[in-house]
């Protein structure tokens, strides 16, 4: 990059990425947690994708019982604390709330459950959860994200000696690399990788499947594999300038920020975010925290369409994000760095296959927006020539792994998988409900007559 935002004091930075939504006070969180109405039918459980008993656990809150609360929680969530903090409980959780119905506040559940948790971790995690009798079978479980790491606890306490295998140095994936700081920090994911080792869970860090170690030779050691790969990088955006210097991924961009180490984290004066989906607006939030003069999204379709939530749009708009809506990438200008990037206005047609209107460009329309830094942020591409390479396993044709939904078996019946991976892309609170319930396929199949094989 030619054109470089100068350093802030760390004191700025700081400020700049503090959480979003401060802890609740022990007084606070009693007083939330005594306006639920304990609705019989639980619909805040009922919208949470794993299914946590919200009505028992802030109940517990009330009465001064953390630990049963925590308990309670980690019954059906092994990642609490991800997403407590980076949840959209805005709809989920709290968007089923009663009290919407009313026009009142919804209960604060994501804070009330990160109240629990981090009680929970302040005391040490003390005991709460007992291991079955080892049963002399192993799991290998790829990739140390939440799916990962949801079930590789949940098979541990089941009987299994369970192997994780991270290609990171530092384990995590998702939770620990690729959430913004200001709603969580790296520390919070590490609390959680501690708790799954508690259970005597061994994570290998810095192990690549495929460079490393062979998955012939995982299914060799172990009875059973997990995969938890998540998604790789954004794909290319195919227009000419992409090589520039000045031009970089999204996940790759906010996990330089998620460093913290703010003197090697540079960032454009002016910056252009390629898409519209939560993680481009993270990409952008950080961007101007950083120091930015000018962020811009730019999207090709309008605001109707946008992926991301309604309230990452308007915290995007709270830090002076610009849209450029109806708006696609033509090139991106420069001869040694990148200087512009030539856009198309758009218009909206007819609706594609995921109900969203097809975009079309309108001739002679092109601009230039001034920038020194562009961030794609179009999505994330599956790891496909990985998964490809791995005997009898089945992709269908966005590069996604098949399973069967009732025990997240793949077609190669000793291969379980959840997560991104099999879903594209959803949330963390998926990927943490995909791996206990897998970690159960994977039970129910080596409890069959010759251990499933």
């Not at 938890?228 to 970089?248: A, F, M, N, R």
């Not at 002076?320 to 200087?339: A, D, M």
């Not at 020539?385 to 069967?404: A, H, R, W």
Request: hydrophobic share 35%; proline share 6%.
């Amino acid at each position: 990059m030619k054109n470089i935002a100068p350093k802030l004091p760390v004191e700025e930075y700081e400020k700049n990425f503090a959480e979003l939504h401060p802890p609740l006070t022990s007084n606070s969180a009693i007083t939330e947690a005594n306006r639920c109405l304990y609705c019989y039918d639980s619909p805040c459980m009922k919208a949470c994708p794993t299914h946590i008993d919200i009505s028992t656990f802030i109940k517990k809150i009330s009465t001064g019982n953390l630990l049963g609360s925590a308990k309670t929680i980690y019954e059906s969530n092994w990642v609490p604390l991800t997403c407590a903090k980076a949840c959209p409980v805005e709809v989920l959780c709290e968007g089923a709330c009663v009290y919407n119905l009313t026009g009142e506040k919804p209960i604060e559940i994501g804070r009330l459950q990160r109240f629990a948790i981090e009680n929970y971790f302040s005391k040490g995690m003390p005991v709460i959860f007992h291991k079955s009798p080892v049963n002399g079978k192993s799991v290998g479980v790829i990739g140390s994200g939440p799916a990962g790491l949801a079930c590789g606890a949940e098979l541990s306490l089941l009987g299994y000696k369970v192997t994780i295998y991270e290609s990171n140095k530092i384990p995590g994936g998702l939770n620990t690399w690729g959430i913004a700081p200001y709603k969580m920090r790296r520390e919070d994911s590490l609390k959680e990788v501690e708790m799954v080792k508690s259970f005597c869970v061994e994570i290998k860090t810095g192990t690549m499947i495929g460079r490393d170690i062979k998955v012939a030779e995982l299914l060799n050691q172990h009875d059973a594999i997990f995969l938890g790969v998540g998604l790789g990088e954004s794909p290319p955006l195919s227009i000419p300038g992409e090589k520039l210097p000045g031009v970089i991924g999204a996940l790759e961009f906010i996990e330089k920020v998620k460093s913290e180490n703010w003197e090697d984290v540079h960032v454009g004066k002016r910056v252009a975010v390629i898409g519209a989906g939560n993680t481009s607006i993270d990409a952008a939030t950080e961007a101007k925290r950083l120091g930015a003069e000018q962020v811009f999204i730019i999207y090709r379709r309008s605001d109707v369409e946008m992926p991301a939530y309604k309230f990452e749009y308007d915290l995007a708009k709270k830090d002076g994000i610009v849209f450029h809506f109806l708006t696609s990438p033509k090139r991106i200008v420069g001869k040694y760095f990148v200087e512009g990037i030539e856009c198309l206005k758009m218009k909206l047609g007819a609706a594609d296959n995921y109900g969203r209107r097809r975009s079309s460009p309108i001739p002679g329309s092109e601009f230039i927006i001034p920038v020194d830094m562009v961030i794609k942020a179009i999505g994330q591409e599956t790891k496909s020539s990985f998964l490809s390479s791995i005997p009898n396993l089945t992709l269908d044709n966005e590069g996604c792994v098949v399973v069967n939904p009732k025990n997240f078996q793949t077609t190669n019946p000793r291969i379980f998988a959840g997560g991104d991976c099999i879903n594209g892309g959803k949330e963390v609170v998926n990927a943490a409900y995909d791996g206990k319930n897998a970690a159960h396929g994977i039970d129910k199949f080596l409890s069959l007559p010759y251990g499933g094989k």
